[in-house]
């Protein structure tokens, strides 16, 4: 039987993209993602090496992160501390302005479910580049604020950034199940990765880089008959759903 989508939110909860699961006993297996291992792309091919010390693409990396520790504790670095959120309602919650629909696990609960999946898909991807480059994130030496706590993150490399990857594929998934929101969407995805450069934790190229693994993900999900008949679910009852409310970031 399929578990219902608050639990599926309870589970996914348990776990960070990238990072150490919690430690909880006898828990039950998280959602699984709809690519099994051996479907996954290959991200190394996909993504080059990250800037090189010294390069001039490196010293531009180095001068926004400079240069956005000026935002702290502004409207854009609220925002940002808003797109931290991957598995709690207001992850879910926060496109229903973009896509017109209130968009949460009582009023899309298929929807939620799919952007779930996707989310271990996106996320999960971008892994084998972290881990073959580790590149160490902006913050490592540094004093300067970031608007999450850095032992959070604890030793999960800066290159591709796992959260523009998700926010990248929930943005071109949400686009396509709303083409006539498309612009909305995707506007909200952008900002989704430019935030992670916000707060501190991510280079503008590792972003970039996200939003390249989020692109071959989605491409590759197409390929797969249940996310194809999952996404025709969504589309559905996204047609159906109210209307979002309160809109504004």
């Known amino acids: 039987m399929r578990a219902s989508v608050k639990t599926i939110l309870a589970l996914a ?6 990072t150490a699961q919690a430690q909880q006993p006898q828990q039950p297996p998280r959602p699984a993602p709809f690519l099994d291992a051996d479907e996954q792309v290959d991200t190394l091919k996909l ?8 390069t001039p693409d490196e010293a ?15 409207p ?23 896509t017109g629909v209130k968009i949460s696990a009582e009023t899309t609960p298929a929807t939620v ?32 604020p970031t608007c999450v706590p850095p032992e959070s993150l604890g030793t999960n490399a800066s290159y591709p950034s796992g959260h523009a990857s998700v926010g990248w ?29 916000v707060c501190g934790v991510h280079y503008p190229s ?17 390929a ?10 969504a589309k559905a009852e996204l047609a159906k759903a109210p209307a979002a409310e309160a809109c504004g970031e």
């Open 13 to 18: 909860a348990l776990s960070l993209v990238g």
């Open 47 to 54: 993504v080059p090496p990250p800037p090189a010390a010294g």
């Open 60 to 74: 531009a990396d180095q001068a926004a992160f400079r240069d956005t520790r000026k935002l702290a504790d502004g």
């Open 76 to 98: 854009r670095w609220a925002q940002a501390v808003r797109h931290v959120e991957l598995y709690t309602p207001a992850a879910f919650d926060g496109w229903s302005c973009p």
């Open 113 to 144: 479910e799919l952007m779930v999946r996707t989310l271990f898909d996106a996320g999960r991807a971008t892994n084998p580049a972290k881990e073959h480059y580790k590149r160490p994130r902006p913050f490592t030496g540094q004093t300067a």
């Open 169 to 197: 594929a929930w943005a071109l998934i949400l686009a396509e199940l709303k083409p006539e929101r498309a612009d909305a969407i995707l506007q909200r995805g952008h900002a989704f990765g430019e935030s992670r450069v």
């Open 206 to 222: 590792d972003v970039e880089a996200g939003r390249i693994v989020a692109a071959a993900v989605v491409a590759r999900l197409h």
């Open 224 to 233: 797969d008959a249940e996310f194809n008949a999952a996404m025709a679910t």
